[in-house]
Structures are given as structure tokens and as C-alpha cells.
């Protein structure tokens, strides 16, 4: 088979893939980690953790997207950066 793989709704949930996006697009940040680690630190599992994370930039890009503005890190993360310290 030739051609682009096409990944249907029934083998790949929206959610899997959310997270797995989240996880590759975030290896470059730095604000996500500080927001994860609190998840875990009230024993959160690590999978229900990165979907909280993975949900999280949704809403933040969808914030961008609706208002118009550029994605800002320091924006979407600050705030759990400085209540982890």
C-alpha cells in the first residue's frame, strides 16, 4: 500500500491523539512540566496527568484561536509555574 497511512476515528481516539500530539509538542516547553508535576503530586496516573495536560493546551489554543492572539507560553503556564515553587 502506497500513499499517506489514514488513521480512522475507530483505532485512534481523539483523545490518544490529543495526548500524543501534546506530548511531541511539548518536549520544547518548559511551562507544561511544573503543571504536570502537580497532577502527579496529587496522584494523578501519569496517562490521566498528560490528558489533563493534553486538554489544557486545547483550551489554551482554542483561547488563541477565538480571540485572535499569538500562543504565549509564559501566558498559558505561568501561573502553575509559580504555584509549584
Do not use: F
Not at 481523539?14 to 520544547?28: N, P, Q, Y
Not at 501566558?75 to 509555574?81: E, F, I, N, P, S
Request: include cysteine; hydrophobic fraction near 35%; proline fraction near 2%.
Amino acid at each position: 500500500m502506497t500513499g499517506p497511512r489514514t488513521i480512522t476515528t475507530s483505532s485512534w481516539s481523539t483523545t490518544k491523539a490529543g495526548c500524543w500530539h501534546a506530548g511531541v509538542w511539548l518536549r520544547g516547553s518548559t511551562g507544561w512540566p511544573a503543571y504536570y508535576r502537580q497532577l502527579r503530586d496529587r496522584n494523578i496516573g501519569h496517562q490521566a496527568a498528560l490528558r489533563q495536560v493534553a486538554n489544557r493546551l486545547v483550551g489554551i489554543l482554542h483561547g488563541c484561536l477565538k480571540t485572535g492572539t499569538l500562543y504565549n507560553e509564559h501566558t498559558a503556564w505561568d501561573h502553575h509555574m509559580t504555584g509549584a515553587a
